[in-house]
């Protein structure tokens, strides 16, 4: 893949569902912060992507969200690899393969009994 030929769309980042979820009803940046005994500024920096969501904030913002730490974790993973992919897309088409991807034979042969 060239990344001339396509770039993809981004990914949903954390801090976009923060933004468009969860503050577009009456929660404010000042009322989660509090909620999950963190400042204000970290929330900030979560929402403007200036901050990557860790285990324990996953942990803190699925407890007062009623969503699971996997959710959030999976939301700034998806948003980690796709700026990697940017990054280091000329430079993973020159790496050598080590090891070619299994076929569906050998992936699923019969396991003798």
């Not at 897309?89 to 050598?96: A, N």
């Amino acid at each position: 893949m060239k990344r001339e030929q396509y770039i993809p769309a981004p990914p949903i980042s954390p801090g976009e569902v923060l933004r468009k979820r969860i503050f577009a009803g009456s929660i404010t940046q000042e009322r989660l912060a509090d909620a999950m005994g963190v400042s204000r500024f970290s929330i900030s920096q979560i929402i403007n992507g200036r901050r990557s969501i860790t285990a324990e904030m996953a942990l803190r913002l699925s407890q007062v969200t009623s969503t699971s730490p996997g959710f959030w974790l999976n939301l700034q993973q998806e948003t980690d690899l796709y700026q990697a992919r940017l990054k280091l897309s000329d430079e993973l088409e020159k790496l050598e393969v080590l090891r070619q991807p299994k076929s569906e034979q050998e992936l699923f042969q019969d396991i003798p009994e």
